[in-house]
């Protein structure tokens, strides 16, 4: 079905397995419904989210996208279900159940729905593993992973296997902010989490994949970050600047940041129509695909309008709309 494609949306899904494992202190999560179309995600008795209905449900996702004007969505788990804290026997467990929620939603409407499944990348063997059972038996279009995995950034030359495997299989990422760094900084609500600290976090992400090495290893390595690439746009500058006044940085990466950002992928979630004009003028208009973040309360409910208020003209608003994402994704 072609139209407008939505590269960041969530999925939770209805009900999780049993924890079967031997850690008594798993964060293992479950879900509480209400019987009204909510539920609570809770993890060690603890609410960690109440979530709608349609982060299952996609027949009513279906009637949303409709009001919105996307014609597809490309589903993704909500990024605490990656669950990189767990034992890899758990996490397998667990992130197979959601990969495979996910897929059955996809193979009951693919005209409409697309599918993204967790890898355990807590260890690389395994993810590597899992990334191929994505592709081949679920039939999902690639993965999300997190900017960082336990506080370890995904530019560390410990994750080399398995970018060089997501290379090898042509795979997707979309790579989405978790469990971001500097909380302990933030005054306020606990929902400043979302707001002020995930665009730090996924700046740090995307230049750990340029100043580790990353992308020049791998060029044809298929990879998008969330929320416009965070901070990065503004980081750029001074990378740049970096790479040419410092010599150990220059030294590090043989090509200037610039180079390696414009390569990447982008969604267009930064509220705001010359942010998002900033954001294209930095990284490309090829580059950049609507998210919504939906069916979360920080989603931008009109993704549409949002992209009109960039006044584009009507090429480059159909690259943003649909044609980057179908790139992107090898659709």
């Known amino acids: 079905m072609s139209g407008p494609i939505d590269v960041h949306c969530h999925f939770v899904p209805s009900q999780f397995p049993p924890y079967a494992g ?9 879900m509480q419904h209400d019987g009204c179309g909510h539920a609570n995600v809770v993890i060690q008795g603890k609410n960690y989210r109440t979530v709608v209905e349609q982060a299952w449900d996609g027949a009513k996702r279906v009637l949303d996208m409709d009001r919105m004007g996307i014609a597809r969505q490309v589903v993704s788990p909500m990024p605490e279900l990656l669950s990189y804290w767990l034992d890899v026997e758990d996490a397998k467990v667990l992130v197979r159940h959601v990969n495979d929620e996910i897929a059955a939603l996809c193979a009951a409407n693919p005209r409409r729905f697309s599918g993204l499944g967790g890898v355990p990348l807590q260890d690389v063997d395994a993810a590597c593993r899992e990334l191929e059972h ?11 992973i997190a ?11 410990r994750f080399e296997p398995f970018f060089a495997e997501a290379e090898r299989l042509e795979a997707p990422i979309f790579v989405h902010a978790l469990h971001p760094a500097g909380l302990d900084r933030l005054v306020g609500p606990p ?3 979302q707001v002020v600290a995930f ?6 992400g995307i230049a750990s994949m340029i100043t580790g090495g990353t992308l020049e290893r791998h060029p044809k390595l298929k990879i998008g970050f ?13 990378l740049e600047h970096g790479w040419k006044a410092i010599p150990a940085v220059r030294d590090a990466i043989p090509q200037p940041p610039s180079a390696y950002a414009r390569k990447l992928y982008y969604d267009d979630l930064v509220y705001d129509a010359k942010s998002l004009a900033f954001v294209i003028e930095r990284f490309g208009a090829t580059q ?3 998210g919504t973040d939906y069916p979360f309360n920080v989603q931008d409910k009109d993704p549409l309008g949002s992209l009109a208020a960039a006044g584009l003209d009507e090429s480059r608003a159909r690259l943003l709309r649909e044609d980057n994402a179908r790139r992107f994704l090898g659709l």
């Open 199 to 204: 665009p730090g976090d996924v700046a740090l």
């Open 134 to 144: 994505v592709l081949r038996a679920q039939k999902l279009l690639g993965v999300e």
């Open 191 to 193: 929902a400043l989490e």
């Open 288 to 290: 950049i695909m609507i």
């Open 22 to 30: 031997r850690n008594p202190k798993a964060r293992w999560p479950g």
């Open 226 to 238: 969330s929320h416009g690439g965070g901070a990065f746009a503004q980081v750029l500058p001074r």
């Open 147 to 157: 900017t960082h995995v336990n506080g370890v950034s995904i530019g560390d030359a």
